[in-house]
Nanobody
Framework: QVLLVESGGGLVQPGGSLRLPCAASGSIGSINSFNWYRQAPGKQRDWVAGITKRGSTNYVDSVKGRFTISRDNAKNTVYLQMNSLKFDDSAVYYC????????WGQGTQVTVSA
């Protein structure tokens, strides 16, 4: 079981971009899949994007065409590239393994504001 640490969040204007790294404490090459989730204040944690060991990706409809999930097994890091950010993208972003979810990290705050 690896521990995951999210980073890269911040304050960005609408239309801007951020890249969120999710660094693992150990090797990720054998882990079946990774997923990014987000949780806005007062709302449940929602799935955003996923990537399999083979590199197949999937996204929630609201971020398709704007977000890209990737994994670098050599660096033991999973990324979420977020472009064309909107106000509704503001949330704390978390990554986790799949299909078995491990411990949640602290997440990284993304705030989209003018």
């Amino acid at each position: 079981q690896v521990l995951l640490v999210e980073s890269g969040g911040g304050l960005v204007q609408p239309g801007g971009s951020l890249r969120l790294p999710c660094a693992a404490s150990g090797s990720i090459g054998s882990i079946n899949s990774f997923n990014w989730y987000r949780q806005a204040p007062g709302k449940q944690r929602d799935w955003v994007a996923g990537i399999t060991k083979r590199g197949s990706t999937n996204y929630v409809d609201s971020v398709k065409g704007r977000f890209t999930i990737s994994r670098d097994n050599a660096k033991n890091t999973v990324y979420l590239q977020m472009n064309s950010l909107k106000f509704d993208d503001s949330a704390v972003y978390y990554c986790n393994t799949g299909p078995i979810i491990g411990p949640w990290g602290q997440g990284t705050q993304v705030t989209v504001s003018a």
